[in-house]
């Protein structure tokens, strides 16, 4: 157990819906990180807050946007979901930012858009 | 633009054998890299990291290897366990930056 949290695990949903995964990571850590993983595919890099504040942004599409809130819980918000948008999300924590910090990862929530 | 590489979507290994699993970058910034082991239905762990400074470093049965020049990192596991069939992921970072970049993942078989 990574003590990094995840819900739901599992999320199915219809195109053009909106989504919420929230993530609450281990108790010290101030850095937040979302991940993508689809199908045969590696992990994304999709955004990263530290202490509330965004602090890098990867591969996100502009219909994904996410927070960090002052409990340090983050939520990543997907909306008009299309089919492509089905796949792993990961969330990860660490103390604090930058390489030398390995992430510790949740255990995923997997969406499905039908 | 992938920037680190994993060829080999796959790989079996006789119990007590070694395996190696490999790793190539593009990025000459990187300077911090990382080894995940990844289990079905869990997210990844942590395995094994290295930075740039050091070409070797190792823990129990794991072993990773750094060639700067070569832009190129395996990863040792000595001897083989069936339990150490998972997916691995290896990811980079430049100590100055924010993220992360993983690999497409090798999946390890050891058979018993």
């Known amino acids: 157990d990574s003590g990094v949290t995840q819900t739901p695990k599992h999320l199915i949903t219809a195109t053009g819906q909106r989504v919420t995964l929230r993530c609450s990571p281990r108790?010290?850590?101030?850095?937040v990180y979302w991940y993508q993983q689809s199908l045969d595919q590696g992990l994304q890099f999709l955004i990263q807050?530290?202490?509330?504040?965004?602090?890098a942004k990867g591969n996100i599409l502009e219909r994904f946007s996410a927070q960090q809130f002052p409990d340090l819980h983050s939520e990543l918000n997907l909306s008009s979901l299309e089919l492509g948008d089905s796949a792993l999300y990961f969330c990860?924590?660490?103390?604090?930012?930058?390489?030398?910090?390995?992430?510790?990862f949740g255990p995923g929530t997997r969406l499905t858009v039908t | 633009d992938q920037q680190v590489k994993q060829n080999s979507p796959s790989l079996s290994v006789q119990e007590g054998r070694i395996s190696i699993l490999n790793c190539d970058y593009t990025?000459?910034?990187?300077?911090?890299f990382l080894w995940y082991k990844k289990y079905p239905a869990e997210g990844p762990t942590f395995l094994i990291s290295i930075s740039s400074i050091k070409d070797k470093n190792e823990d129990g049965r794991f072993t990773v290897f750094l060639n700067k020049s070569a832009k190129h990192l395996s990863l040792h596991i000595v001897p083989s366990q069936p339990g150490d069939s998972a997916v691995y992921f290896c990811a980079a970072s430049a100590d100055t930056g924010n993220q992360f970049y993983f690999g497409t993942g090798t999946s390890l078989t050891v058979i018993p």
């Open positions: 990860a924590s660490s103390v604090a930012y930058g390489g030398a910090y390995e992430q510790y």
């Open positions: 108790s010290g850590d101030l850095s």
């Open positions: 807050y530290y202490n509330g504040e965004e602090r």
């Open positions: 990025n000459s910034m990187f300077d911090y």
